[in-house]
């Protein structure tokens, strides 16, 4: 299926060819006669001719034409056929380790309850993790590279054993010629020297949570003596960041709500306050909460990713380490087909383990006994089909709302679990997330271009 898309932002023009992944720049012209493009230059003559003359017209037509030639507009669709790709034997190469299924905040949107996802409280022993480590080590196949999220509930609350699985999986890896890479989430609450030390010496990335300002915080991160938690952990952070080596990194990462949907003040405010590398989510829940996004939200929220993305364009000319994560995109190369096909790899590629050794897809799949895969106790472990096939099958080429859609090979599909979550389904994607991701692949792409243009008018000027 060929594919296209355009698009106007910031006084520019965009065209996006979807099946190559080329953008191009046009102007005005060019723009307005792409609608009529595929009905010919007569059907642009008749359509365009009181806004433009008819030799603009032509010129315009003819170069798209060109770029149609050249492989870079209406292209075919390069990636794996179907069969092809459900023919392939995904190995592990993920694992989020529930660490702790408790917390010591209480905030008012967590999809995990207070950390315990709708269970019994606990935290994983030592055993336990053990044996995760092991299943993916068994079951990586010839990957080398592993990736480890401790994570909770709040994993802090069982740190010790944290350490412990580190130093395990570091001398399994060795023995396998494997390399784990470890990323903790934390709220912070418990962070002290200590912990910074080891965090900042052991963990390849931390995701440390802070919803920006103030009031915005402490409106939605409670501590349990339903304190606002703003005060205690933005320090313990800035100490963490201030300390940690180049090359690793970190995430302050946020959670917007109907009550901050102007959220990019939230981002901006994470860059006074120090941090570089930000991350700021749409709370996803049901309507029925007074603090969810609705559909009828989704317009201001999409006019704050436009209004933010000027902003941010503006900080990047003069300071790149700043970095906004939804906007971080790479127009060169992208990630592999395989990736863009078919996203997290939730159920296949990536797995939840909970302080009891249970399986399950991913970590927002937790609790959900319907997704329950088995146990690490299972004498053999085989996870039932009807669950591995939903994930197996599920991709940007089965999905009915994705074939068509021009953002596809940039979300992949969006999220399994707020597909099922709102839809029963992991099949049919959860449309507000698509309308924002949407919009913020669009300011991505602004940004950047922009940012490209720049550079290439200082090479002309100094040559």
Not at 122 to 129: D, I, Q
Not at 148 to 160: A, H, Q, R, S
Not at 403 to 421: I, Q, V
Not at 454 to 462: A, V
Request: net charge negative; glycine share 8%; aromatic share 12%.
């Amino acid at each position: 299926m060929k594919l296209i898309h355009k698009f106007r932002q910031n006084g520019y023009n965009f065209l996006l060819d979807v099946n190559s992944g080329s953008i191009h720049l046009v102007d005005d012209i060019a723009y307005d006669v792409l609608d009529h493009y595929e009905s010919g230059i007569e059907s642009a003559l008749e359509k365009l001719s009181s806004d433009y003359s008819a030799d603009d017209i032509s010129t315009a037509f003819e170069e798209l034409r060109e770029l149609e030639e050249a492989g870079v507009l209406y292209t075919d669709d390069i990636f794996p056929s179907t069969d092809t790709f459900l023919s392939r034997k995904p190995v592990v190469k993920a694992m989020c380790l529930h660490m702790a299924h408790d917390c010591n905040l209480k905030c008012r949107y967590c999809f995990a309850g207070q950390g315990d996802f709708n269970g019994p409280k606990g935290l994983m022993s030592l055993e336990v993790g053990k044996k995760a480590l092991d299943y993916l080590i068994a079951n990586s196949g010839s990957r080398r590279n592993l990736e480890v999220d401790f994570f909770g509930g709040e994993p802090l609350l069982n740190f010790e054993v944290v350490k412990q699985l580190v130093d395990y999986g570091n001398q399994e890896a060795q023995k396998h010629n494997k390399l784990f890479r470890f990323t903790i989430t934390t709220n912070g609450v418990l962070l002290d020297d200590e912990k910074i030390e080891y965090i900042n010496a052991n963990m390849h990335n931390v995701v440390l949570s802070l919803d920006g300002r103030k009031e915005i915080n402490d409106n939605m991160r409670l501590t349990l003596n339903d304190k606002g938690s703003y005060d205690v952990i933005v320090p313990k952070f800035q100490k963490l960041v201030s300390e940690r080596p180049k090359d690793k990194f970190y995430y302050i990462r946020g959670t917007f709500t109907r009550h901050s949907m102007d959220f990019g003040k939230d981002v901006l405010h994470f860059r006074d306050l120090g941090f570089e590398l930000t991350s700021m989510e749409p709370v996803v829940d049901h309507n029925e909460n007074e603090y969810a996004l609705t559909p009828e939200d989704i317009e201001k929220v999409n006019a704050e990713y436009e209004r933010f993305a000027k902003d941010y364009l503006e900080i990047r000319k003069t300071d790149r380490d700043f970095k906004f994560f939804h906007y971080m995109i790479d127009l060169s190369g992208g990630p592999c087909a395989i990736k863009r096909i078919s996203g997290c790899g939730a159920g296949l590629e990536y797995l939840a383990i909970t302080p009891d050794g249970d399986i399950y897809p991913c970590h927002q799949f937790v609790g959900n006994e319907d997704f329950r895969m088995g146990s690490l106790f299972d004498e053999k472990i085989s996870f039932p089909a009807e669950i591995t096939d939903q994930f197996h099958g599920c991709n940007v080429e089965t999905k009915d709302d994705c074939k068509g859609c021009w953002a596809k090979f940039y979300c992949s599909g969006g999220c399994h679990a707020n597909a099922y979550n709102f839809n029963g389904t992991v099949m049919k994607p959860y449309s507000q997330g698509c309308e924002m991701q949407k919009k913020r692949i669009e300011c991505a792409i602004m940004v950047e271009a922009a940012l490209k243009l720049e550079e290439l008018e200082q090479m002309d000027n100094e040559n």
